[in-house]
């Protein structure tokens, strides 16, 4: 699980005077965008009091090949295309999280292991894991990432007690 950071995302930013000179309506390009099977996350568009949320899975996603999607054939073999109403780019999705670590914005990320997975062993293979990233990926991108939580210190401490135990009894 990652918490924090925010997704890259293709945005299509409709302009509502380009929309009403064609007479096209949000909710046709939000259909016809759906029809054409793009694949984006345009995020919220607020309209009144109606909220419509962009997100479709499908095949297109470059900002040429969205732009490109008819949303009307004129008469007269005139075409409006996505690009003739909005400009369409690459961003980054609005955070639904921040997550802050001494003062600094930072990405949490959690390892769930699987029912019956050995504590143990699975943070040993965490370990590891995070000895490779810090002595590569992140050393080549100038990035630092901390330990924060470790089960198997409550799991160690419990056996050395149940061990002092024996000896004491």
Known sequence: ??????ARELQVLVD???????RITIPEVVNTLRRENVSLSAG?????????????????NTVESVGSV?????????????????EVRFGHADPSA????????????NAV??????????????REAL???????????????DQVYDET???????DLVIQNIWVG
């Open 1 to 6: 699980n990652v918490y924090g950071g925010v």
């Open 131 to 145: 000895a490779e990233l810090v002595a590569g990926p992140l050393k080549q991108a100038n990035l630092t990432i």
């Open 153 to 159: 210190i409550y799991i160690d401490g419990a056996i």
């Open 44 to 60: 919220d568009v607020d309209e009144g009091k109606r909220r419509y949320v962009v997100r479709a899975e499908g095949e297109l």
């Open 70 to 86: 008819v949303l009307r054939s004129q008469a007269g073999g005139g075409r409006v295309f996505v690009r003739d109403v909005a």
């Open 98 to 109: 921040q997550i802050r670590r001494k003062g600094a914005t930072s990405i949490a990320v």
């Open 113 to 126: 292991r699987e029912t019956g997975a050995n504590v143990i062993e699975t943070m040993e293979g965490i």
């Open 16 to 22: 509502p005077e380009r929309l009403a000179a064609y």
